[in-house]
Structure formats: structure tokens, C-alpha cells
Nanobody
């Protein structure tokens, strides 16, 4: 599975962005898909995840209410809607997919087998 993340950019604090993650090579059927983010000098952290079958979602506690993960089955795409963005949301955002995962592990970095290239989100004051 090859993943392509897009939608990043430079925005002002308070703005919204929607990131997209498209899979090529196969569909997301049967996969869990997650979004992670990373800033220089810090570990990659879990943002949100979705189980493709059924659409069950999981969020990092600190981002609940501002970020929403969703999927479009027809487009084989996972989205991350980010609202009320803050400067501390500035990071490279990565999408990842896992073919075999216990759903409770959706926030664990090592659970994922496939990674996209990342898309940069910069939020200025």
C-alpha cells in the first residue's frame, strides 16, 4: 500500500485545514488508518485513527473536539479536518495504515506497517 498525504499549508491561528490521505495499490478495506504528527526534536505522536470497516474513530485526548477523522469509501480516502488551529498544531502530519491491528492499539506508532510522506502544517499567530 502506498499512501499519499496532502492538504497541508500555512494558515493563521483559528483557521481550519483538511488533510487527505489516499491509498494506491489497494483499497483501505480491512485496514486501520491513523494520522500522526511530528515536530523537530520530538517523537511522532498520535492524532486520530479510524477503523475502515465500520468507521470507529479514536482521538488523542488533547485534540478531541477540534479534529475530526473521517473516510470516503468511494474515494478510498481518509480525511483529517482540523478546526480552530493553534500555533502548537504546527507539525508534519503523516498518515499511516495497518492491515493487522487490534483496534485498541490504533494510537501506537509501531502498530502501523505503511506510512505516507507527510504534509507540513504551519499555524502562525
Amino acid at each position: 500500500v502506498q499512501l499519499q498525504a496532502s492538504g497541508g499549508g500555512l494558515v493563521l491561528a483559528g483557521a481550519s485545514l483538511r488533510l487527505s490521505c489516499v491509498a494506491s495499490g489497494r483499497t483501505f478495506s480491512g485496514y486501520n488508518v491513523g494520522w500522526f504528527r511530528q515536530t523537530p526534536g520530538k517523537e511522532r505522536e498520535f492524532v486520530a485513527g479510524i477503523k475502515w470497516s465500520g468507521g470507529t474513530t479514536t482521538y488523542a485526548d488533547s485534540l478531541k473536539g477540534r479534529f475530526t477523522i473521517s473516510r470516503d469509501i468511494a474515494k478510498n480516502t481518509v480525511y483529517l479536518q482540523m478546526n480552530s488551529l493553534k500555533p502548537e498544531d504546527t507539525a508534519v502530519y503523516y498518515c499511516a495504515a495497518a492491515a493487522r491491528m487490534i483496534h485498541s492499539q490504533i494510537g501506537v506508532l509501531s502498530s502501523y506497517q505503511y506510512w505516507g510522506q507527510g504534509t507540513l502544517v504551519t499555524v502562525s499567530r
